[in-house]
């Protein structure tokens, strides 16, 4: 049995029934634990706020007793929709205790959608930053027939604010079950169709705990909520993993470098969640600075990595570490730094290798939102370079419809699976086979010891002229360490009309700071692309081989996530 479920033995029968706590639960299980440990901070310019367990239990009640006057009761929706902050994390909090339902919705959505999304979701409250308010237009249906709302942010008139709100009468918590609706999570809408995920407590909780146990997280760590908290990533990772241990969650101001620098210095973080993009800059920006010291100072700082690299590998020791922490890494705060984590996305074994090589442990995982979202750990110990990690205990996970290489679609059953979609039965049961297995639409293939591997998305293969199979994502994967380029969205188009088969191009646009930098024009740039795609597809097996190369003048549409939005390029 996992550790940490063991763990919860002692507060069966007293905070919770059942096999799982709930959301709300949980908190009260670390409450009774760390009282004055801090749990949430936020840097705001030169000021410090903090809240301890005990504070932020107080906010938390007193939002939710604020939704219970205000008429929410068990298993109403609350949209909450806002940039990451201290507000954000009580309100999540609060909505549970009120026995609702939350709602999270992606801030940097067009206000139209967010209010078409909310309808949809029949929420009956909204939480969000103050200055969203006045952008949403006074005839607004659904914002008009609601029975109340909350700033995360600022002074609205009218409005109260989350972190200063009264009521006379203070409720504990609504009492719900593990199987009550927790969370209704809208997919990103790569496909520009998002879809609202059904997440119980239950699919919630299971996977914080199942997660916790490859973490190695304690109540010491200060994790750092960078990546937007609607996503079920960061929320699930970050947010609520910390509540789980009694750690401290430091809140980000989104992926502006500096700013990030700053916190994770000040905040001494030392568990730092990434996607594939943030850690590609990071490492270019570490290497470019050593490089510029001189060919003797890269030489050898490059042989003192790959000695710290075979002792990370074979001994799971890094000597030196704290070399590389006081020269290198002190410098991008993450001298503090035990764990990176990365999602989102897989994450290139060149990179994933160098920033071992410098001593730090890194953390790769796969999941979706339909799976609360973590499916899978690569664990620290027994990582393997090409795998997404180890399927997490209690879940089901099979290869199905497996081609003669053993390549097939990743399904899976679990704690954690979604109950579906809400008010769309078609799509949820589109979702589901036969068996009752969640479809991920995902391709790859499992080995003796239960590591999974990933080769890309079911809708994006290529079949080529010589019915080879060929997984767009590979491909692109081999550009992550490619300072020049900063998006690339590999996929097929068809040569002749006649011919079904497909052959491969790449969409690619350059990084404009770079060849800025080089103060390059505009054929200088091609012909350096068309070079970086050269030496790439050397590297490739024939089949596979980039024949097509466009260039793009503007960048592609992005998720908040950094996943290009692949079925809005021309």
Same mark, same amino acid.
């Given at each position: 049995?996992?550790?940490?479920?063991?763990?919860?033995?002692?507060?069966?029968?007293?905070?919770?029934?059942?096999?799982?706590?709930?959301?709300?639960?949980?908190?009260?299980? /670390?409450?009774?634990?760390? #009282?004055?440990?801090?749990?949430?901070?936020? @840097?705001?310019?030169?000021?410090?706020?903090?809240?301890?367990?005990?504070?932020?239990?107080?906010?938390?009640?007193?939002?939710?007793?604020?939704?219970?006057?205000?008429?929410?009761?068990?298993?109403?929706?609350?949209?909450?929709?806002?940039?990451?902050?201290?507000?954000?994390?009580?309100?999540?909090?609060?909505?549970?205790?009120?026995?609702?339902?939350?709602? #999270?919705?992606?801030?940097?959505?067009?206000?139209?959608?967010?209010?078409?999304?909310?309808?949809?979701?029949?929420?009956? @409250?909204?939480?969000?930053?103050?200055?969203?308010?006045?952008?949403?237009?006074?005839?607004?249906?659904?914002?008009?027939?609601?029975?109340?709302?909350?700033?995360?942010?600022?002074?609205?008139?009218?409005?109260?604010?989350?972190?200063?709100?009264?009521?006379?009468?203070?409720?504990?918590?609504?009492?719900?079950?593990?199987?009550?609706?927790?969370?209704?999570?809208?997919?990103?809408?790569?496909?520009?169709?998002?879809?609202?995920?059904?997440?119980?407590?239950?699919?919630?909780?299971?996977?914080?705990?199942?997660?916790?146990?490859?973490?190695?997280?304690?109540?010491?760590?200060?994790?750092?909520?960078?990546? #937007?908290?609607?996503?079920?990533?960061?929320?699930?990772?970050?947010?609520?993993? /910390?509540?789980?241990?009694?750690?401290?969650?430091?809140?980000? %101001?989104?992926?502006?470098?500096?700013?990030?620098?700053?916190?994770?210095?000040?905040?001494?973080? /030392?568990?730092?969640?990434?996607?594939?993009?943030?850690?590609?800059?990071?490492?270019?920006?570490?290497?470019?600075?050593?490089?510029?010291?001189?060919? =003797?100072?890269?030489?050898?700082?490059?042989?003192?990595?790959?000695?710290?690299?075979?002792?990370?590998?074979? =001994? %799971?020791?890094?000597?030196?570490?704290?070399?590389?922490?006081?020269?290198?890494?002190?410098?991008?705060?993450?001298? %503090?730094?035990?764990?990176?984590?990365?999602?989102?996305?897989?994450?290139?074994?060149?990179?994933?290798?160098?920033?071992?090589?410098?001593?730090?442990? =890194?953390?790769?995982?796969?999941?979706?939102?339909?799976?609360?979202?973590?499916?899978?750990?690569?664990?620290?110990?027994?990582?393997?370079?090409?795998? !997404?990690?180890?399927?997490?205990?209690?879940?089901?996970?099979?290869?199905?419809?497996?081609?003669?290489?053993?390549?097939?679609?990743?399904?899976?059953?679990?704690?954690?699976?979604?109950?579906?979609?809400?008010?769309?039965?078609?799509?949820?049961?589109?979702?589901?086979?036969?068996?009752?297995?969640?479809?991920?639409?995902?391709?790859?293939?499992?080995?003796?010891?239960?590591?999974?591997?990933?080769?890309?998305?079911?809708?994006?293969?290529?079949?080529?002229?010589?019915?080879?199979?060929?997984?767009?994502?590979?491909?692109?994967?081999? =550009?992550?360490?490619?300072?020049?380029?900063?998006?690339?969205?590999?996929?097929?188009?068809?040569?002749?009309?006649?011919?079904?088969?497909?052959?491969?191009?790449? !969409?690619?646009?350059?990084?404009?700071?770079?060849?800025?930098?080089?103060?390059?024009?505009?054929?200088?740039?091609?012909?350096?692309?068309?070079?970086?795609?050269?030496? !790439?597809?050397?590297?490739?097996?024939?089949?596979?081989?980039?024949?097509?190369?466009?260039?793009?003048?503007?960048?592609?549409?992005?998720?908040?996530?950094?996943?290009?939005?692949?079925?809005?390029?021309?």
């Amino acid at each position: 049995m996992s550790e940490t479920i063991q763990e919860l033995a002692p507060y069966k029968g007293k905070f919770f029934e059942g096999e799982w706590p709930t959301i709300t639960e949980m908190f009260n299980i /670390t409450l009774s634990r760390f #009282p004055e440990r801090t749990c949430f901070t936020v @840097f705001e310019k030169s000021k410090k706020i903090s809240f301890n367990y005990t504070q932020a239990h107080e906010i938390i009640q007193n939002v939710a007793s604020y939704l219970n006057q205000k008429g929410i009761k068990r298993g109403d929706k609350v949209v909450l929709t806002g940039k990451n902050s201290i507000g954000w994390g009580v309100s999540y909090f609060a909505i549970n205790y009120a026995g609702a339902v939350v709602v #999270p919705i992606d801030a940097q959505l067009p206000i139209e959608r967010m209010l078409k999304l909310a309808a949809f979701a029949d929420a009956k @409250f909204l939480i969000t930053d103050g200055d969203v308010f006045a952008k949403i237009p006074s005839d607004n249906e659904w914002y008009n027939s609601i029975n109340g709302k909350l700033s995360l942010s600022g002074e609205v008139e009218g409005i109260e604010n989350v972190l200063t709100v009264k009521t006379e009468k203070i409720i504990d918590y609504v009492r719900i079950t593990e199987n009550d609706l927790a969370a209704i999570l809208f997919t990103s809408g790569t496909t520009g169709n998002e879809k609202g995920a059904m997440l119980t407590n239950r699919n919630i909780i299971s996977d914080v705990y199942l997660v916790a146990d490859g973490m190695g997280v304690d109540e010491t760590d200060v994790l750092y909520a960078l990546l #937007p908290l609607h996503h079920s990533y960061c929320c699930t990772t970050v947010l609520l993993e /910390t509540v789980k241990h009694g750690a401290s969650c430091l809140f980000g %101001h989104g992926i502006v470098i500096s700013l990030m620098i700053n916190d994770l210095k000040r905040g001494g973080v /030392t568990v730092f969640m990434g996607i594939p993009l943030l850690y590609n800059k990071l490492l270019a920006g570490i290497m470019k600075k050593i490089k510029d010291k001189g060919a =003797f100072t890269y030489g050898l700082i490059r042989a003192l990595m790959w000695i710290n690299g075979i002792f990370k590998k074979y =001994f %799971h020791t890094a000597p030196l570490k704290g070399f590389f922490n006081k020269k290198i890494l002190s410098n991008l705060g993450l001298g %503090h730094s035990k764990i990176l984590i990365c999602g989102a996305g897989p994450l290139s074994p060149t990179v994933f290798k160098q920033y071992q090589q410098f001593g730090l442990d =890194f953390l790769q995982g796969y999941g979706l939102t339909e799976t609360a979202p973590v499916l899978t750990l690569n664990p620290i110990k027994h990582f393997k370079l090409d795998s !997404v990690g180890r399927v997490l205990g209690q879940m089901d996970l099979i290869i199905a419809d497996k081609d003669e290489a053993g390549i097939g679609e990743i399904r899976v059953k679990g704690p954690n699976v979604t109950l579906g979609y809400y008010k769309d039965e078609e799509n949820t049961k589109e979702l589901f086979d036969e068996n009752g297995y969640l479809k991920t639409g995902d391709l790859g293939y499992k080995d003796s010891e239960n590591y999974v591997y990933l080769k890309g998305r079911a809708k994006n293969l290529i079949v080529t002229e010589g019915g080879k199979n060929v997984y767009p994502e590979e491909i692109e994967d081999a =550009f992550q360490t490619y300072a020049n380029i900063e998006q690339i969205l590999v996929r097929g188009f068809q040569q002749k009309k006649d011919v079904p088969c497909e052959c491969i191009e790449a !969409v690619i646009y350059p990084s404009k700071d770079y060849y800025k930098e080089k103060g390059f024009d505009k054929d200088q740039i091609k012909a350096d692309i068309e070079e970086t795609v050269k030496t !790439v597809n050397a590297s490739l097996m024939i089949y596979k081989k980039i024949e097509k190369i466009t260039i793009l003048d503007e960048p592609m549409d992005m998720t908040t996530t950094k996943k290009i939005k692949r079925n809005l390029v021309k």
